[in-house]
């Protein structure tokens, strides 16, 4: 397991991961502070940024400290020069999800941070244009959020056809 940056703010909780060589779970104070000490040490890719909605599964396996919410922001980390890859878990609140965007620091994270935007309704603090990505904009909710209604679209089945 590789070992956090001196610059990392103090106090961040990690862990070992599946398929990565380290997995960081910062409050959302530490959040930005601790990405920007990987891209300051390295890793100057983020392969991946993503939402989660956890309201079916809320004791999920995480490190003791950790404060559980129900959407979390998974940001994945790449340095190429250390063929290393670091998972960032941050847990973005309840009802009103919000985390500091990174487009600062990894500007290919704006259409990503978008589609979070759009599909769960995480919003990210000084992102330069967070709107619709994905969904039109008069759209109302968030298609990917476990509690959105689905609709139900009636499925007509054709009289099966005799012997032949």
Not at 76 to 92: D, E, T
Not at 113 to 131: I, K, Q, S
């Amino acid at each position: 397991m590789i070992a956090l940056s001196p610059s990392a703010p103090p106090g961040v909780l990690t862990s070992e991961a599946h398929c990565a060589d380290l997995c960081c779970y910062p409050t959302k104070e530490q959040y930005f502070a601790l990405v920007e000490s990987f891209k300051d040490d390295g890793f100057e890719m983020c392969v991946d940024l993503c939402g989660v909605d956890y309201l079916e599964h809320p004791e999920r396996a995480l490190p003791q400290g950790v404060v559980r919410t129900r959407f979390e922001i998974v940001v994945n980390l790449l340095s190429l020069s250390k063929k290393q890859l670091v998972r960032v878990r941050v847990q973005a609140g309840d009802d009103d999800p919000e985390v500091v965007s990174l487009f600062p620091l990894y500007p290919g994270t704006e259409a990503m941070e978008r589609e979070a935007f759009d599909l769960f309704g995480v919003l990210f603090a000084h992102h330069p244009d967070l709107t619709r990505i994905l969904m039109p904009e008069e759209w109302e909710g968030h298609p990917l959020r476990k509690d959105y209604g689905s609709g139900r679209v009636p499925v007509q089945f054709k009289e099966a056809p005799g012997p032949r």
